[in-house]
């Protein structure tokens, strides 16, 4: 299935993500967004996305762009995706001190929004060399 312009494939490292989906990427000017096609890996047997898919798409998109481990993660289901649908989310970040960042972000598929995310993150600290 397409792919929309601008998002290149994800490759991670997470065994977990690369099972999951196979998420994509965009950025451009300063805006960051995460998407994914919804197949029938992610669905439920009624043909929409899995609520537990959605769950970590969530966290994966957030966590994924601010660079953090998630604390707090939180998911209104607004309306349900369905096979075949590009969903996307364009990730913002509200604030970022040394400890914690707190993150949102609408996942829309089309103009529908259909899930509301927001976290809070631990940013990932940079190890030297050992």
């Not at 065994?15 to 965009?26: D, G, I, K, S, Y």
């Not at 914690?100 to 990932?124: E, H, K, N, Q, Y």
Request: aromatic content about 10%; charged content about 20%; hydrophobic content about 45%.
């Amino acid at each position: 299935m397409s792919v929309p312009a601008g998002y290149v494939p994800y490759g991670g490292n997470s065994p977990f993500v690369r099972h999951a989906a196979q998420f994509h990427r965009r950025e451009a000017d300063g805006r960051r967004w995460v998407g994914c096609r919804i197949g029938v890996e992610q669905a439920n047997s009624e043909g929409y996305a899995h609520g537990g898919f959605l769950a970590a798409f969530a966290d994966f998109a957030l966590a994924d762009t601010v660079m953090g481990i998630t604390l707090s993660l939180t998911i209104d289901y607004i309306r349900p995706a369905r096979l075949g649908d590009w969903i996307e989310a364009e990730i913002i970040e509200r604030k970022r001190s040394a400890s914690l960042v707190f993150a949102d972000a609408m996942v829309c598929s089309g103009r529908c929004d259909l899930v509301r995310i927001s976290g809070v993150f631990r940013p990932f600290v940079k190890r030297g060399p050992a």
